[in-house]
């Protein structure tokens, strides 16, 4: 059924491999070893392309990254003396952006203008990885964190850069669709959203078929005159949206045995 949808990218390790520029990724995680291999990955290819690549994490991530570029065959203390690597505390950063509860945009511009552009003399390409946006949903501010994700867009804009952000969040948890997960589409260029996209593909199959059943006369319509949303995301998770805005009764239930299957 994932067929009758356009094609979207094939995987993540070609999305973070080989981005397209500019480009504001983002990747829903629910293990920290798939965060880790994730950024991991989009640095060490950055390093290797002659890129300049900065991240902004917890001391925990960044050192589980550290440790995913030694596997790469990077060694991120050589990169980062040459100023070719750049690591940031996050927590630092959300001091330096957020002022009394709120995101305050010129410092967000000053802080983050004044990295990317100090790269971006030296190096013919910058990709950004952070998770400013996590720590705030993580403590509980949405807002504050979509926020960021459009003055993210911005920069990303401004100085041409790849940007990639990273967000704890269980793809499989209805409540998620109601706000955090279209914000996120919308935020984005691509979306994520699972580490096998061929296990979710199956599971998220095998729940249409067995709540749903074929999908077929005003359905497939349906399904074939649907627009989508913004992002490139796989067909899977494409899927997901569709049956939500059309059969919103038996979304839950579906999301539930996939999550099973998955």
């Given at each position: 059924m994932?067929?009758?949808?356009?094609?979207?990218?094939?995987?993540?390790q070609?999305?973070?491999?080989?981005?397209?520029h500019?480009?504001?990724?983002?990747?829903?995680?629910e293990?920290?070893d798939?965060?880790?291999?994730?950024?991991a990955?989009?640095?060490?290819?950055?390093?290797?392309?002659?890129?300049?690549?900065?991240l902004?994490?917890?001391?925990a991530h960044l050192?589980?990254?550290r440790d995913?570029?030694?596997?790469?065959?990077i060694?991120?203390?050589?990169?980062?003396?040459?100023?070719?690597?750049?690591?940031?505390?996050?927590n630092e950063?959300?001091?330096t952006?957020?002022?009394?509860?709120?995101?305050?945009?010129?410092?967000?511009?000053?802080?983050?203008?004044?990295?990317l552009?100090?790269?971006a003399?030296?190096?013919?390409h910058?990709?950004?990885w952070?998770?400013?946006?996590?720590?705030?949903?993580?403590?509980g501010?949405?807002?504050?964190?979509l926020?960021?994700?459009?003055?993210?867009n911005?920069?990303?804009r401004?100085?041409?850069?790849?940007?990639?952000?990273?967000?704890?969040?269980?793809?499989?948890?209805?409540?998620?669709?109601?706000?955090?997960?279209?914000?996120?589409?919308?935020?984005?260029s691509?979306v994520?959203?699972?580490e096998?996209?061929?296990?979710?593909?199956?599971a998220?199959?095998?729940?249409?078929?067995?709540?749903?059943?074929?999908?077929?006369?005003?359905?497939?319509?349906?399904?074939?005159?649907?627009?989508?949303?913004?992002c490139?995301?796989?067909t899977?998770?494409?899927?997901?949206?569709?049956?939500?805005?059309t059969?919103?009764?038996?979304?839950?239930?579906?999301?539930?045995?996939?999550?099973?299957?998955?």
């Amino acid at each position: 059924m994932h067929e009758r949808l356009p094609a979207r990218h094939a995987s993540w390790q070609d999305l973070l491999g080989s981005p397209q520029h500019p480009a504001h990724i983002v990747q829903i995680y629910e293990s920290d070893d798939f965060l880790a291999a994730g950024v991991a990955l989009f640095a060490a290819e950055g390093l290797r392309r002659g890129e300049a690549v900065l991240l902004t994490g917890t001391p925990a991530h960044l050192r589980s990254v550290r440790d995913g570029l030694r596997a790469h065959g990077i060694d991120a203390g050589e990169a980062a003396a040459g100023s070719q690597l750049a690591l940031f505390d996050v927590n630092e950063a959300i001091d330096t952006i957020v002022r009394g509860g709120a995101v305050d945009a010129g410092r967000f511009d000053r802080a983050v203008g004044k990295a990317l552009a100090s790269a971006a003399a030296s190096y013919p390409h910058v990709r950004w990885w952070g998770e400013i946006s996590n720590v705030l949903q993580q403590r509980g501010d949405t807002r504050a964190a979509l926020e960021c994700e459009h003055l993210g867009n911005a920069a990303m804009r401004r100085h041409g850069v790849t940007l990639f952000c990273s967000y704890h969040a269980d793809k499989f948890d209805p409540d998620g669709y109601e706000a955090l997960l279209p914000a996120l589409c919308k935020a984005h260029s691509h979306v994520i959203p699972t580490e096998d996209y061929v296990r979710h593909r199956l599971a998220v199959n095998r729940a249409i078929q067995e709540v749903v059943g074929e999908i077929r006369g005003p359905l497939l319509q349906s399904l074939l005159s649907w627009r989508g949303v913004a992002c490139d995301l796989p067909t899977s998770q494409a899927l997901l949206f569709w049956l939500r805005e059309t059969l919103p009764e038996r979304f839950r239930e579906v999301l539930s045995r996939a999550k099973a299957y998955a």
